[in-house]
């Protein structure tokens, strides 16, 4: 069956420090991907998505591409800010069941001043 | 994208009763869902909710347990019957739209069963 594998956390980090969080993924035929992040107390917003091998994500500094030869979608921020404490959840859905989407165990990402 | 509101936003329960948490959509979807997520762990769909029939369900999860319903496009409802302290959780109802390849989320239901 389709799965997702995320990096452990926690992750503490510094203000300003390059932020990385492995994401692999396993499924059959061509899913799509995506970074969903929830922040202290709240619900779970989309971050980025992509579609189809070699598409890169991005959002308010975040990147992902979508690399299908190392099943792969790793979350990148070159530099991290306070009020990106959250849990990063890496996710797929699979092209056969739009909408079930399979998520990544989550990586709590805490950044100090 | 779709505003979704869920109520009750978070419920302290007791033991062997039920509840029924509503999701409230402001725009016609074509799928809507259920997610839960269990304290510290990653989430986990329960059923897909089909406008006038019965939510399919996921392995591991049955209706008796979790009765839902969805009587138009922009509303559902999940119950969660019989509860015990393992059911606490917090409940998630998502939605997406027809050709739209993003799954949108409510703000959750946090449950606490004692």
């Known amino acids: 069956g389709n799965s997702v594998t995320q990096m452990e956390g926690p992750v503490t980090l510094s203000e300003e420090a390059f932020l990385t969080i492995n994401c692999t993924y396993t499924?059959?035929?061509?899913?799509?991907l995506f970074w969903y992040v929830q922040y202290p107390g709240e619900g779970l917003q989309l971050l980025l998505k992509a579609t189809k091998a070699d598409d890169k994500g991005s959002n308010k500094g975040f990147e992902a591409t979508y690399r299908k030869e190392t099943t792969s979608f790793h979350l990148e921020k070159g530099s991290v800010q306070v009020s990106d404490s959250a849990v990063y959840f890496c996710a797929l859905s699979a092209s056969d069941s739009w909408g079930k989407l399979q998520f990544g165990a989550g990586t709590q990402v805490v950044v100090t001043p | 994208s779709a505003v979704i509101s869920q109520k009750p936003s978070r419920d302290i329960c007791q033991r062997g009763t039920s509840l029924t948490i509503q999701c409230q959509v402001d725009s016609q979807v074509t799928m809507m869902f259920w997610y839960r997520q269990q304290p510290g762990q990653s989430l986990t769909l329960i059923a897909t909710a089909n406008q006038g029939s019965e939510a399919t369900y996921e392995s591991g999860f049955v209706i008796d347990k979790f009765p839902i319903s969805r009587p138009n496009l922009t509303f559902s409802t999940l119950t969660v019957s019989n509860m015990s302290p393992e059911d606490s959780s917090i409940y998630l109802c998502?939605?997406?739209?027809?050709?739209?390849?993003?799954?949108?989320f409510g703000a959750g239901s946090r449950l606490t069963v004692l």
């Open positions: 998502s939605v997406t739209y027809s050709g739209a390849n993003v799954l949108t």
């Open positions: 499924a059959t035929g061509y899913p799509s």
